[in-house]
Every structure is written in C-alpha cells, then in structure tokens.
C-alpha cells in the first residue's frame, strides 16, 4: 500500500515501529500507548461515516488494539454527532492486568477540521480562551462519562485504575474532568496531557529573556494585586484550600517549547521557588487566578447586582482559569519544530528529545 492521504491514520506506516512489546513500567512506553490511545480517536472521528458515530473504523482500531485494548463506547458530541472520545478497557490475552497497566481509558481528542466537527471544535477552543470552557455541554458530559467508568453501576467501589488521556483541546477536556473528580470524590486518576492549551498573550514569543523576565514579573505582581483587590479573605482561603486538596493530583504533561499553544506552561511551572515569604505569597496568588477571569466576574457582579439578581455574593464561577494547575510532571520537546510542534505524533517518534521534570507551585500563602 502506497502512502497517500490516510497514510498519517494508518497505523503500520505512522504508528510506533519501535514498540514491539510494551513494559509498562517504563514512563516511556505509557507515554507511547496514551499518545496512540489519542490518536485512535482522531482516526475514529476522521473517518466515521457521516450519517453516525457508532463502531470502529478499520483504521483506527489498530491504534488500541495493538497495545490489547478494546473499544468500549465512542463518545459523541449530540449536536453533530462527532466522535471526541473514546472509553477503552484493556483485554489482555493470558487474562491478567500487568502491573502498571489501566484497567480502563477514557481518551480525548483535539481540535479536527473537517466540515462536520470545525464548527463546535471552534467554538470550545474560542471558550478555552474566553474562559468559559467549564460550562460548555461536551465538558461536563466529558466529566459525567469519566464519572461512569469511576463509579461503574455494578460495582459498590470506585474503580481508580483509570488513565485520563487527552492531546490539545482533548488535553483542556481531561484537565477539567480530573478537577472535578478531585474536588467531588477526592479521586486522583493518573493523567496524560499532550500539548494542554495555555490561553496566554505569549511572552514567550517575545526576542530576549531579559524581555520575558521582565513581563513575566510584572504579571506576577499585577495578578497578585488584582486578586487581593478582587477577592475577600474568605474567597482567598476558600481559593487556597482548592488549590492544596488539588495539589496530590500530578498530571504527566508534556508540551514543546516551540508550540506556541501550550508552551506556556513552561513558564508558568518555572517560576515557583523563592526564598521571600512575601514574593512566594504573591506567586502562588499569581498561580491561582487570571487578570480576564477576574476582571470578567467583576463586570457580571456588576450587572447581576444592577438588576437584583440574587446570590450575587456567593463565589463566582461564570468565567474560570481552568487550565491552573498547583502541580504536573512536566515532559519539555525540545526537538520538534515548526508544523509537528503541536503534532501528536511527537510523542512517540523515535528521534524526539525530551526534558523531564516534576514541578510544583510555591508553598502555601
């Protein structure tokens, strides 16, 4: 078969040729087998007959298969049937579950442009940066899907053996159901986040780290300020108890320094020790909040309070910043470049270089 426009979905001309057999407990190996999880989703949506979403598209099936799992249920945007993701159960042929390995994994895709999907994967994109993601209708049947494989109806325990997966806008889907899982169960689901979307005015672009370093103090502090101005010692507490209960959950983020899209997350995740009380209070307020976030919920109390709705007071979630996070295992491309910077293909290429460290934010106000 010669290489022609589907060859990128095929997994025997593009998949992981190197891989023969997974040890899964090599951090590299689970990085593999969740990039190819994603993957098969995007091949399941780009080649699903348009009149439906149900069933496997012979192409994509090789994408979990190979590595022993089995497709369970697409999960399906209503308003145009795209498939955005995927639950898999892992079916291992001597019937054991190797150590390491997930019992199930719920994979989400990103942003695919084609006529039938564009429209709605634009528009949750345009709410990652209008932060507004958190009330959009995919992501919460995203979260009430995790919360079916969770708490399984025939089963009194919550399954906790369970992968998180998602690359882009597929990333933002798996951030937002990890938070809420955290915050509703205390449950943390080991979690795979490639190229996560940072909404961001990209300093980084900017030529000259003097330049960056500069920009990034002065938006530490000006967050900071307009943080305290905005909110009351109660939200503040309230804020900060979150982000602790938040802070056992470690997502395994991987990003690449020149994808503009999530590599804002490097600098974010750079600014984290310092010696001075008073400047590591100012950047854990920095790391918790967002100029827009704020600046929007004080224009909505504004106007709720302008007409006597009720509840104006009580803590104000219509715009958040959700792709905060207090703590990640950050995995930096430094290779790839240009066009495959945001590629999910990356991640398991063989001449990849990477860059791996675990990062927290600074400690407690």
């Not at 209960?245 to 503009?260: A, C, G, I």
């Not at 491309?333 to 398991?348: A, C, F, L, R, V």
Request: hydrophobic letters at 35%.
């Amino acid at each position: 078969m010669g290489i022609g426009r589907d060859s990128k979905d095929d997994f025997r001309i593009s998949g992981p040729k190197h891989l023969k057999l997974v040890d899964w407990t090599r951090a590299d190996h689970r990085r593999i087998v969740a990039a190819c999880l994603v993957k098969g989703v995007y091949v399941l949506e780009r080649n699903r007959p348009v009149e439906g979403g149900e069933g496997a598209a012979p192409l994509a099936e090789p994408w979990f298969s190979s590595f022993n799992f089995k497709l369970v249920q697409n999960l399906i945007h209503m308003k145009d049937k795209s498939i955005y993701g995927a639950i898999y159960k892992f079916e291992s042929p001597a019937h054991h579950l190797p150590l390491e390995a997930p019992e199930y994994v719920i994979a989400f895709r990103g942003t695919v442009l084609k006529k039938e999907s564009a429209l709605e994967d634009l528009k949750l994109d345009f709410n990652i940066l209008h932060q507004r993601f958190h009330k959009r209708k995919r992501t919460r049947r995203a979260t009430e899907a995790v919360r079916s494989v969770v708490f399984p109806k025939d089963n009194p325990s919550p399954m906790l053996n369970v992968w998180l997966v998602g690359h882009s806008l597929g990333s933002s889907l798996a951030i937002q159901a990890g938070k809420n899982i955290v915050a509703e169960y205390d449950i943390i689901l080991e979690t795979f986040l490639f190229n996560p979307p940072f909404p961001s005015l990209v300093s980084e672009r900017i030529v000259g780290e003097k330049v960056k370093e500069w920009i990034e103090d002065k938006k530490i502090k000006l967050t900071a300020k307009v943080t305290i101005h905005f909110k009351t010692p109660d939200q503040l507490s309230e804020d900060e108890a979150d982000f602790e209960k938040l802070s056992r959950w470690s997502p395994y983020m991987f990003v690449n320094k020149n994808d503009w899209i999530c590599s804002r997350y490097i600098k974010y995740f750079e600014h984290i020790k310092t010696p001075d009380e008073t400047e590591a209070r100012r950047r854990r307020l920095a790391k918790m909040n967002s100029i827009r976030a704020l600046l929007k919920n004080a224009v909505m109390k504004k106007i709720k309070n302008a007409h006597k709705k009720e509840n104006v007071n009580k803590k104000n979630d219509d715009y958040d910043p959700f792709y905060l996070l207090p703590r990640a295992s950050l995995t930096i491309n430094t290779g790839d470049e240009g066009k495959g910077s945001h590629g999910i293909e990356q991640w398991w290429k063989e001449n990849s270089r990477f860059d791996v460290s675990e990062v927290t934010t600074c400690g407690s106000l």
